[in-house]
């Protein structure tokens, strides 16, 4: 990462003050026009990522990337969303292993704690609006789950977090630190935890490998997808 640790975090305390701001004003106007209820978990659920990250991926891509990429988008070319090798073979290879990873490793990872006692994060908490939500609640859970939780996701943790950590740390610790770090944010239960770390370890070394988030963000999606 090009960028000062002292940046970055300040970019984040920064976007996410934002997003908790962007996040009080959109629930607040959406509940006053009555169209959705302030504790909906289809509200919550179906734009609580975007509003809450976005800020963050703005700032990110104006403070972090854009004074070093010389590029009309530097959020793309900084994170290296577009691989170094644009050909189509290329990029099914390079997301394929970290998706075939995710979804075996995971099925062992679920059987482990199942043996244990443990159930794994998505276990633990019905997704009522998938259930109840009739089709716009449905479809606000499935894009939250397969595009903007991936996609903002990777951007923040392995697009910022994980490049400044490398400042400092070797890949052999740069990716357990970050990986538990991504874990605990998710406040699942213990299994829970589990299962995000190893993915948290799977996408980190996706993005060191490749230096793209593209496998990353597509091994994340179909990991949620079939979760």
Not at 2 to 30: C, I, Q
Not at 152 to 168: D, N, S
């Amino acid at each position: 990462a090009p960028w000062s640790t002292e940046l970055a975090v300040a970019v984040g305390v920064r976007g996410a003050a934002l997003g908790v701001l962007a996040f009080v004003l959109v629930a607040g106007a959406l509940s006053a026009s009555g169209l959705v209820a302030p504790d909906s978990p289809t509200m919550a659920l179906g734009w609580a990522t975007p509003v809450l990250l976005l800020p963050v991926v703005m700032l990110c891509s104006r403070r972090l990337f854009a004074p070093h990429v010389d590029s009309s988008d530097p959020l793309l070319e900084g994170l290296g969303v577009n691989p170094p090798d644009r050909s189509l073979p290329s990029m099914l290879v390079n997301s394929l292993m970290p998706m075939s990873v995710v979804l075996l490793g995971g099925v062992a990872v679920r059987r482990v704690l199942w043996l244990t006692g443990l159930e794994a994060h998505f276990v633990d908490v019905v997704v009522e609006p998938l259930i109840w939500g009739g089709p716009v609640g449905t479809a606000l859970v499935t894009l939250e789950v397969v595009a903007w939780a991936p996609l903002l996701e990777e951007v923040i943790f392995r697009g910022v977090v994980y490049a400044t950590a490398r400042r400092h740390l070797a890949p052999s610790v740069a990716v357990p630190v970050t990986a538990l770090l991504f874990g605990a944010l998710h406040l699942y239960s213990l299994g829970g935890f589990i299962q995000v770390v190893f993915t948290g370890v799977v996408f980190a070394v996706a993005y060191e490998r490749t230096r793209s988030l593209a496998p990353a963000i597509a091994a994340h999606a179909v990991g949620n997808a079939v979760a």
